[in-house]
């Protein structure tokens, strides 16, 4: 069972970047994926969820600029994140819950992949 999270990089304020969260070893379609981020000396905190039901949830900080969403037949959840902040600076993580239905903390979640590093910077 693996995760494997990528899309991260530098990108100036104001833009757009998509991380993609693969899975290998097992199929998404019946998991709960979240998007965590943890900036340098900060917890690690949820950013956004989808469940297998394709219900979603998203922290107020980004709601309306992000949008996670899923392909199943991919086998992969991405994180459209549009008009980047500064603070939205951090390691992105991608987990899985075996519940097929979380929300955004971090204990709710079994599987966890490497985290992808995005830097909103001039």
């Known amino acids: 069972v693996q995760l494997q999270a990528s899309g991260g990089g530098l990108v100036q304020p104001g833009g757009s970047l998509r991380l993609s969260c693969a899975a290998s070893g097992f199929t998404l379609d019946d998991y709960a994926i979240g998007w965590f981020r943890q900036a340098p000396g900060k917890e690690r905190r949820g950013v956004s969820s989808?469940?297998?039901?394709?219900?979603?949830e998203y922290i107020d900080s980004v709601k309306g600029r992000f949008t996670i969403s899923r392909d199943n037949a991919e086998n992969t959840v991405y994180l459209q994140m549009n008009s980047l902040k500064p603070e939205d600076t951090a390691v992105y993580y991608c987990?899985?819950?075996?519940?097929?239905?979380?929300?955004?903390?971090?204990?709710?979640?079994?599987?966890w992949g490497q985290g992808t590093l995005v830097t909103v910077s001039s």
């Open positions: 989808i469940n297998s039901d394709g219900s979603t």
């Open positions: 987990a899985a819950s075996r519940a097929g239905s979380a929300g955004t903390s971090p204990w709710e979640y079994d599987y």
